[in-house]
C-alpha cells in the first residue's frame, strides 16, 4: 500500500492538508460510519467497520488534535459495530469523540450523553408499519434507532423505484409527527428537525477550538458537514467515499477515494506522512 499523499483536486484542499500537515495538534478529523469506516451492507444491523479503519485511527489520533466520527447512526452503537480486525475498536482510538444521531448524543471516554427522546418519534414509531403494510411494501425495512425511525429499501426488487415511491408518504407521516425526511443511500430516515452533521460539526470545532478541519463522508446527509467545514473559515479538507449510487457529494469534495478501502489507505498515507 503506498504511503503516497493523493493530490487534492481544489486549491481550498490543498491549503488546507498543508495546514494539517504543519500543525496536526490543530486538526480535527471528522468521519462518518456507514458507507465511510464501513462498507455498505443490505442489512443495517449486520455493518462492521472497516477491519482496518480503527487501527488506522488510532495511530492517526497520536498524531493530531481530535479524531471524530459523526453519524446517524446511535452513537453506542457506532462503537458496538466499531471492532476491526485483531480486535482494535473504535473505543481504542485515543482522544476519540462519537456523535450520533447527527449530533444529539455524545460518546466520549466509554460514556454516553443524550437527552430523552422526542414523543414525536414514539408516534411515528407505531403507525409506520401500518403505513408501510398500506403501501404494498413489506421489503421495506424499518431501522430503529431510538430517537429516529430508518426506512430502508436496498432490499426491495426494485429499490430505487420504492425509494422515490415511499418519500411523499413518508414526509407526510414526519410532518403529522413533527419531524423531518432525511434521505440517504436508499433510506429514508424520520427525524427531530433542528439538527444535522453541519451544525454538529460546527459545534464541535468551536468547543476544541480546532485551527484546521477534514471531513470524510459518502451520503447526502453528509453535505451539510461538507458546508460546515468551508463555513468554518478554517483551512479544511473534504472527502468523499465514492459510490456510484451518490455523486453529489463527489462534485463538492476536494478528494474522492474509492469507498471504505479509499478512506483507509487515505488515512493510512496521512499518518506517515506527519510521522
Not at 472527502?239 to 479509499?262: F, I, Q
Request: proline content about 8%; hydrophobic content about 45%.
Amino acid at each position: 500500500m503506498t504511503t503516497e499523499l493523493p493530490r487534492m483536486r481544489t486549491a481550498a484542499g490543498s491549503v488546507g492538508l498543508d495546514a494539517i500537515m504543519a500543525d496536526p495538534g490543530g486538526a480535527v478529523i471528522g468521519l462518518d460510519f456507514d458507507g465511510t469506516l464501513s462498507p455498505i451492507v443490505p442489512d443495517p444491523a449486520a455493518a462492521r467497520v472497516h477491519p482496518q479503519a480503527p487501527a488506522a485511527l488510532a495511530e492517526l489520533g497520536t498524531l493530531v488534535g481530535t479524531v471524530l466520527v459523526l453519524t446517524g447512526r446511535p452513537a453506542a452503537t457506532a462503537v458496538e459495530y466499531g471492532v476491526g480486525a485483531g480486535g482494535v475498536g473504535l473505543a481504542d482510538v485515543p482522544g476519540l469523540v462519537v456523535l450520533g444521531q447527527y449530533g444529539v448524543e455524545r460518546w466520549e471516554a466509554g460514556r454516553i450523553t443524550s437527552p430523552p427522546p422526542p414523543r414525536g418519534v414514539d408516534a411515528a414509531r407505531s403507525s409506520l408499519p401500518r403505513l408501510l403494510a398500506g403501501l404494498g411494501v413489506p421489503e421495506a425495512a424499518i431501522e430503529d434507532k431510538g430517537r429516529a425511525l430508518a426506512v430502508h429499501t436496498r432490499r426491495a426488487s426494485d429499490p430505487e423505484a420504492t425509494f422515490h415511491r415511499l418519500r411523499a408518504p413518508l414526509a407526510e407521516l414526519a410532518h403529522d409527527h413533527g419531524l423531518v425526511v432525511e434521505p440517504g443511500r436508499f433510506v429514508l430516515e424520520l427525524r427531530p428537525p433542528g439538527m444535522d452533521k453541519g451544525q454538529a460539526l460546527a459545534a464541535f470545532l468551536a468547543e476544541r477550538s480546532a485551527r484546521s478541519v477534514l471531513f470524510a463522508g459518502d451520503d447526502l446527509g453528509d453535505l451539510a458537514a461538507f458546508e460546515a467545514v468551508r463555513a468554518s473559515g478554517l483551512p479544511g479538507v473534504t472527502v468523499c467515499s465514492g459510490s456510484a449510487e451518490v455523486t453529489a457529494l463527489a462534485e463538492r469534495a476536494d478528494l474522492v477515494v474509492d469507498g471504505p478501502d479509499g478512506v483507509v489507505a487515505f488515512l493510512r498515507s496521512l499518518t506517515a506522512a506527519l510521522r
